[in-house]
């Protein structure tokens, strides 16, 4: 009735999935502009109309499956759809997908998943794109994940030394810090040489336009990379939950109460639409096209 061929050719002229292009086609006897139009109007062509618009919303969500976790970004195009059962219960799919299978990146998983993402497009009727994720497995530690404000920023983070309750009650305040504090690095020593260079080269300026005296400038900006650290690096920032230590303060105290040895090894941190360009909607001009037609 028909072939493969068909189904890849009437795959690539509407976008939908390879399945519900089989189905299009049986249903039609194999006439393929027949099986578009059954497929319009199932609304199933409409996801590929979606693809070129703006998808700056969305949500963070975690995974955490014993010793490996996941933390993902999926975008749609409406705050409204990304606070949605269907959307947040689709991107808990993804999330578990990924913990459970060896998908190496985005372009991998988005392959794999390319039927579900036009069916949900389809479904829900905006675009939907998975964005990034980041996978951890670890070995002698323990994950913990913390997702803020409905999948506004994800954190997971990998604490290593022991699986005890001490040890996830750390990791736990942790991925609190980081959520809040935003650092970049655990500690100082994982900054880019060329990174903490160019800080250099910007506080030197600084200081030389304040009008300090060069004898002195350099000892300014030890002074002041110190405090760059705080910002950037966790285990220099002053703990949220308690501003009178720092992070490595605080992780020395677990350690001596508890008899441990924790350590932080790495940690990765999504702020939802971070870097997207986002849609501005124009209310007059939008009006003004309408009036124009």
Known sequence: MFTALDVKELREKTGVGMMDCKKALTEANGDKEKAIEILREKGIATAQKKSSRIAAEGVV??????KTGVLVEVNCETDFVAKGDT???????????IVKTDVADVDALNAAKQDELIEATAKIGEKIAIRRFVKYVTEDGILESYIHMGGKVGVLVEVTGADVPAAHEF???????IAAAK????????????????????????????????A????????????????????????????????????????KDNGLNLSVKRFARFEMGEGLEKKVDNFVDEVMSQVKK
């Open 61 to 66: 969500a975690a995974c955490i499956d014993s």
């Open 87 to 97: 959307y947040q219960a689709f991107v808990a799919s993804i999330a578990d997908y």
């Open 171 to 177: 990791a736990h305040d942790v991925a609190l810090q």
């Open 183 to 214: 650092p970049f690095y655990v500690i100082p020593s994982e900054v880019p040489q060329a990174e903490l260079d160019k800080e250099k080269e910007i506080l030197t300026a600084q200081a030389l336009n304040e009008g300090k005296p060069a």
């Open 216 to 255: 002195i400038v350099d000892k300014m900006v030890l002074g002041r990379i110190n405090k760059y650290y705080k910002d950037v690096c966790l285990m220099e920032q002053q703990f949220v939950k308690n501003p009178d230590i720092t992070i490595k303060q605080y992780l020395a105290t677990v350690n």
